[in-house]
């Protein structure tokens, strides 16, 4: 009986083992697929920083690249020019096409419009007037050739209010762009001004 009960106690001892050892290959495999997920989950987060870093770095790239070619691309600024007189043929070279810098008459004064050069420039809306006189085109809001003469307009046919309107736009360049002498009439002579007479202008501008 005691040979007995001791077989029957080893039997029970042996399923309860064995019990324990089939309930206990669940909970391994649990805790294996567990780690396995937080290592899926580790590595995505891993391969994302990874994306992050690679597009920081082309971002970083193509910005330097661009301010390289920007740098590049930007042309010096001229010098001030000195003072002096123009004929209505002298002006005409500073058209942004022949000479880069561009100059334009109002009301018989020429200034110096090249820090505007995204206006008056070649592909501005207002580079039909760089070398020309703008005098009857800004007073007649025009921006066509027939605005332009080729030969000295003295403006006599234009009105009251549009010769004021003239005046008007001469102080605004008076303001905002450097004075750098008059247009001159076919029986003018130029004037000879002095390097104090354009430090004083220019300084005035400034």
Not at 38 to 64: E, H, I, M, P, S
Not at 99 to 122: E, H, I, Q, S
Request: a negative charge.
């Amino acid at each position: 009986c005691a040979a007995s009960g001791l077989l029957t106690c080893s039997m029970a001892d042996d399923v309860e083992g064995n019990g324990a050892g089939e309930g206990g290959g669940p909970a391994l495999d649990e805790e294996e697929a567990a780690g396995m997920a937080g290592f899926g989950v580790g590595g995505l987060v891993f391969n994302v920083c990874l994306l992050l870093l690679a597009l920081l770095g082309v971002y970083r790239l193509y910005w330097r690249r661009r301010s390289g070619a920007e740098t590049e691309c930007k042309e010096p600024a001229l010098p001030k020019m000195k003072k002096r007189d123009f004929s209505l043929e002298q002006l005409r070279e500073y058209d942004g096409l022949q000479n880069p810098r561009l100059l334009l008459a109002v009301n018989g004064k020429v200034f110096d419009v090249t820090k505007g050069k995204k206006f008056y420039g070649p592909d501005g809306p207002y580079g039909i007037f760089a070398g020309r006189d703008a005098s009857r085109g800004l007073a007649t809001f025009c921006l066509d050739k027939e605005a332009l003469r080729d030969e000295f307009d003295d403006l006599s046919d234009l009105s009251a209010v549009q010769m004021e309107s003239v005046r008007e736009w001469e102080m605004q360049f008076m303001e905002k762009y450097d004075y750098i002498g008059r247009l001159l009439k076919p029986w003018d002579e130029p004037s000879e001004y002095t390097d104090e007479e354009d430090v004083k202008e220019h300084s005035k501008q400034d």
